[in-house]
């Protein structure tokens, strides 16, 4: 059994990605004991297991996904969320907080109210109910100030890079704090809105050159070139 193609790296159809006995997904297809991919997108191995992720699509939520959405409507007990893709996120009040909630003492818009951006995980999804989120965890919760960007779903692998190397790059060089989420929304918080333009800049041009080898010296000299 071999992997031929590095995890994360961007290929195109027909590139020879392993060979051997290997569970396989989307974007991948077998010959012989060759798995080849079937489109331009990212490719992923997680536990013997492969796929390739297109490059270009929206968001479809998957359990433990990283999400930053948007509170569209509140109720007694709940919020609905928008969290950019075909559903609708429900986030209710025993997982936004640690903290018991009581719907008749407690006003569930002290907690969150329309328009608050928050960053959630998805804690179950089965297609027969819509995305069941949490923020009562560690690092979750309401994102205050700051600025959303969004871009392709499919690039965040590229935008985060290997071992989390070009967000952790592009953080040091703008001296900015990024949350990057799955669903392809980016919270950017800088000391400056030119830092802040600087952060935009360099995630933009990622998601128009994921594809391209080098990226990461580019990103580099972009944001090195452009400090003041």
């Not at 990283?66 to 569209?72: C, L, M, Q």
């Not at 959630?120 to 089965?126: M, N, R």
Request: net charge positive.
């Amino acid at each position: 059994m071999t992997i031929i193609v590095e995890d994360s790296e961007i290929v195109v159809p027909g590139d020879l990605l392993a060979d051997g006995n290997y569970k396989f997904g989307e974007g991948i297809v077998k010959r012989g004991n060759n798995f080849y991919s079937s489109l331009v997108g990212v490719f992923i191995i997680r536990n013997e297991f492969l796929q390739v992720r297109p490059l270009k699509g929206r968001y479809f939520p998957n359990v433990g996904d990283t999400v930053i959405g948007f509170i569209e409507d509140t109720n007694l007990t709940s919020w609905i969320v928008n969290i950019r893709g075909p559903y609708s996120g429900i986030l209710l009040a025993s997982n936004a907080s640690r903290r018991r909630f009581d719907p008749i003492r407690h006003d569930a818009r002290k907690i969150f109210d329309v328009g608050d951006v928050i960053k959630a995980e998805i804690i179950s999804f089965d297609r027969t109910r819509d995305p069941q989120l949490a923020t009562k965890y560690p690092r979750l919760g309401k994102l205050e100030g700051g600025r959303i960007l969004e871009t392709n779903p499919h690039h965040i692998p590229r935008i985060i890079g290997k071992q989390g190397s070009m967000i952790s790059m592009i953080k040091q060089l703008t001296n900015s704090n990024i949350m990057v989420a799955k669903n392809g929304r980016i919270w950017i918080k800088a000391n400056n809105i030119h830092d802040e333009e600087r952060v935009v800049e360099a995630i933009n041009q990622i998601s128009r050159e994921a594809h391209v080898s080098g990226l990461t010296d580019r990103i580099s000299e972009l944001l090195n070139t452009n400090k003041n």
